[in-house]
């Protein structure tokens, strides 16, 4: 397992922007991705990179949402622009061999969007 901690959580207003961060233990995976929890709804993969590196999203973040990462300090990011409401939750980060197929995860970071 690979030790993920989240952080860059907060409360914004709709148009705003946040830059959450996972920091991890060096690299032991293949795949990793941001993935959030509202209340009452199913946990849902925001962003990743797949085994094979390149990105994915998931269709109500395209455009506004990017992930990012730095070899050198075993960090990848979620920089989120033009948030909306409905982007609240708690967003955790977590990591395996396959996009989807994760055994770490983080502890999440709160992330709420007002109107």
């Known amino acids: 397992q690979v030790n993920l901690v989240e952080s860059g959580g907060g409360s914004v207003r709709a148009g705003g922007s946040l830059r959450l961060s996972c920091t991890t233990s060096?690299?032991?995976?293949?795949?990793i991705a941001w993935l959030r929890q509202a209340p009452g709804k199913q946990r849902e993969l925001v962003a990743g990179f797949t085994s094979g590196g390149t990105t994915s999203y998931a269709d109500s973040v395209k455009g506004r949402f990017t992930i990012s990462r730095d070899n050198n300090k075993n960090t990848v990011y979620l920089q989120m622009n033009s948030l909306k409401p409905e982007d609240t939750g708690l967003y955790f980060c977590a990591a395996g061999r396959l996009l989807g197929s994760f055994n770490s995860w983080g502890q999440g970071t709160q992330v709420t969007v007002s109107s």
């Open positions: 060096p690299r032991a995976f293949s795949a």
